[in-house]
C-alpha cells in the first residue's frame, strides 16, 4: 500500500511555470512507474505524464517540450515540472502509482493502482 499526496498547485499566469510534488510513503516507491493525470470542468480525466519502471517518459502532445516529469527515490517524491503554462492546462492534477505489469499502457488510468487527491492548478489568460 502506499500514499500520495500532491502539493505544488496554484493560481499563475499564462506563460509562467509550476512545480508540482507528489509525495509516496512507504518503502516500495522506486518499484512504481508513476504517472500524472489531470481534469479540467466538464471533462474527463486525461493522461498527462508518467515513468515507466525502467525510466522512460511519456508524455501527451499538448505538454510535449512543455512539462517534464521525473522522480527522486531517494525523497520518494514524483514531479512535474511545468512551464509556458496555458489557460488551457486548467485542471486538478493528480498523481499516481503503478505496481508492475507486463506491457502496461501507463497512458491508461486504469493501469494505476494508488492515486493522490489531486492539486488544483489554475493558469489565468
Known amino acids: 500500500q502506499v500514499q500520495l499526496v500532491e502539493s505544488g498547485g496554484g493560481l499563475v499566469q499564462a506563460g509562467g511555470s509550476l512545480r508540482l510534488s507528489c509525495a509516496a510513503s512507504?518503502?516500495?516507491?522506486?518499484?512504481?512507474?508513476m504517472g500524472w493525470f489531470r481534469q479540467a470542468p466538464g471533462k474527463e480525466r486525461e493522461f498527462v505524464a508518467a515513468?515507466?519502471?525502467?525510466?522512460?517518459?511519456y508524455y501527451t502532445d499538448s505538454v510535449k517540450g512543455r512539462f517534464t516529469i521525473s522522480r527522486d527515490n531517494a525523497k520518494n517524491t514524483l514531479y512535474l515540472q511545468m512551464n509556458s503554462l496555458k489557460p488551457e492546462d486548467t485542471a486538478v492534477y493528480y498523481c499516481?502509482?503503478?505496481?508492475?505489469?507486463?506491457?502496461?499502457?501507463?497512458?491508461?488510468?486504469?493501469?494505476?493502482?494508488?492515486w493522490g487527491q489531486g492539486t488544483q492548478v489554475t493558469v489565468s489568460s
Open positions: 499516481a502509482g503503478a505496481t508492475f505489469k507486463v506491457a502496461a499502457d501507463l497512458t491508461r488510468a486504469y493501469e494505476y493502482d494508488y
Open positions: 512507504g518503502r516500495t516507491f522506486s518499484t512504481y512507474a
Open positions: 515513468i515507466s519502471w525502467s525510466a522512460s517518459t
